[in-house]
């Protein structure tokens, strides 16, 4: 088998993490009809990959894991918990040399609590107002490019 947590380079010379790609979970909720969304995110560690910096809970496919699964298992990794959520929207950014990140946008019937872990400085529920004050991780940052949330 081969080893698929790794750094890996794509046609166009990018350095990712994930030699299958990666996936992660934008999981949000909304209390009720005036409520404000809100989103979760978590502040990554200093020592991974664009620390420091807002994103969601994810990371790379291993061999035998479909977007989803990998997402899910990321999600119980970083955040210890994992909720009940219904996809409501799946992305798939190719970062133009082959290399593919799957979000999961997930809706959730409540705020959940996460317990940050190694790979997680810190996580929290944001409105999209929040959010465009974040320091964000580049690839989310491009997901939300033009969106409001």
């Known amino acids: 088998m081969a080893l698929t947590e790794r ?3 794509c046609r166009l010379g990018h350095v990712h993490w994930g030699a299958r790609g990666g ?11 005036s409520a404000p969304t809100t989103y979760l ?16 809970p994810g990371g790379a ?6 977007p989803e699964e990998a997402a899910r298992r990321e999600v119980r990794e970083e955040l210890s ?4 959520y219904r996809v409501s929207d799946v992305e798939v950014q190719d970062c133009g040399g082959g290399w593919q990140f799957t979000i999961f946008t997930a809706d959730v019937d409540r705020e959940f609590d996460a317990f940050v872990g190694r790979e997680t400085d810190a996580f929290g529920w944001f409105t999209g107002e929040q959010i465009a004050q974040l320091s964000l991780h580049p690839g989310l940052r491009r997901m939300l490019d033009g969106r409001v949330l």
């Not at 918990?81 to 009940?84: G, H, T």
């Open 7 to 9: 750094w890996t380079i």
């Open 23 to 33: 996936a992660g979970f934008l999981f949000r909720h909304r209390a009720g009809p």
């Open 41 to 56: 995110l978590a502040q990554r560690s200093r020592w991974v990959d664009e620390g420091n910096s807002w994103g969601i």
């Open 61 to 66: 496919l291993r061999e035998d894991e479909s």
């Open 81 to 84: 918990v994992l909720p009940r």
